[in-house]
Nanobody, 122 residues
Framework: QVQLVESGGGLVQAGGSLRLSCAAS????????MGWFRQAPGKEREFVAT????????YYADSVKGRFTISRDYAKNTVYPQMNSLKPEDTAVYYC???????????????WGQGTQVTVSS
């Protein structure tokens, strides 16, 4: 069992940066790939990024490629997306998830956090 808690969301101006955190409980954190997703009002949840269980492979949605960087800290059981050059269209609730890398890329996670709001003002 893995429990995930996101933090770090907030309000930022366009062009600014935020770093979200997803803290995982449980001794099996290192066994899972981790991913980030987001859901804007009135839209379906979409894939943002994923990092494999050994951090050897990372994948990004085209919409965030070059602006977001995902990383993980095994000592802290935490995964981070560093989000730079934020745009108003990045406004959404951001969720982290744990699971198989191939499943995460299809939007299917074994465990999900509760989400954290990111609002980018123009």
């Amino acid at each position: 069992q893995v429990q995930l808690v996101e933090s770090g969301g907030g309000l930022v101006q366009a062009g600014g940066s935020l770093r979200l955190s997803c803290a995982a409980s449980g001794s099996t954190f290192g066994s899972y790939a981790m991913g980030w997703f987001r859901q804007a009002p009135g839209k379906e949840r979409e894939f943002v990024a994923t990092i494999s269980w050994r951090a050897a492979n990372v994948y990004y949605a085209d919409s965030v490629k070059g602006r977001f960087t995902i990383s993980r800290d095994y000592a802290k059981n935490t995964v981070y997306p560093q989000m730079n050059s934020l745009k108003p269209e990045d406004t959404a609730v951001y969720y982290c998830a744990a699971g198989l890398s191939s499943s995460l890329q299809r939007g299917q996670g074994s465990y999900w956090g509760q989400g954290t709001q990111v609002t980018v003002s123009s």
